[in-house]
Nanobody
């Protein structure tokens, strides 16, 4: 079991920036995928960005060129840098980790952090 704790959400103006952080309670397996999801009011949860271990990042079309997912394995931490924010980016953002060990596949979620972009 891994606990994920998020921080960095808040209220920003249209065009502003935020950096979300997600800290894991222990080291994650070397075989993993880290990701950020978001859920806006009245909508289903959406995959925003993902970063496989040893692979390249992927983004939903609506955030390409504006958001960057990254990780720091030494700190057990992942990040989502969000630039040029738009009101449509307003949502609760969740970090997500999938890992594979000798015990099988596990998946963990953060508690969510609110991002609000004013028009």
């Amino acid at each position: 079991q891994v606990q994920l704790v998020e921080s960095g959400g808040g209220l920003v103006q249209d065009g502003g920036s935020l950096r979300l952080s997600c800290i894991a309670s222990r080291t994650i397996s070397r075989l993993n995928v880290m990701a950020w999801y978001r859920q806006a009011p009245g909508k289903q949860r959406e995959l925003v960005a993902s970063l496989p271990s040893g692979g390249s990042s992927n983004y939903v079309d609506s955030v390409k060129g504006r958001f960057t997912i990254s990780r720091d394995n030494a700190k057990n931490e992942m990040y989502l840098q969000m630039n040029s924010l738009k009101p449509d980016d307003t949502a609760v953002y969740y970090c997500n980790v999938k890992e594979w060990t000798v015990r099988g596949k596990s998946e963990y979620w953060g508690q969510g952090t609110q991002v609000t972009v004013s028009s």
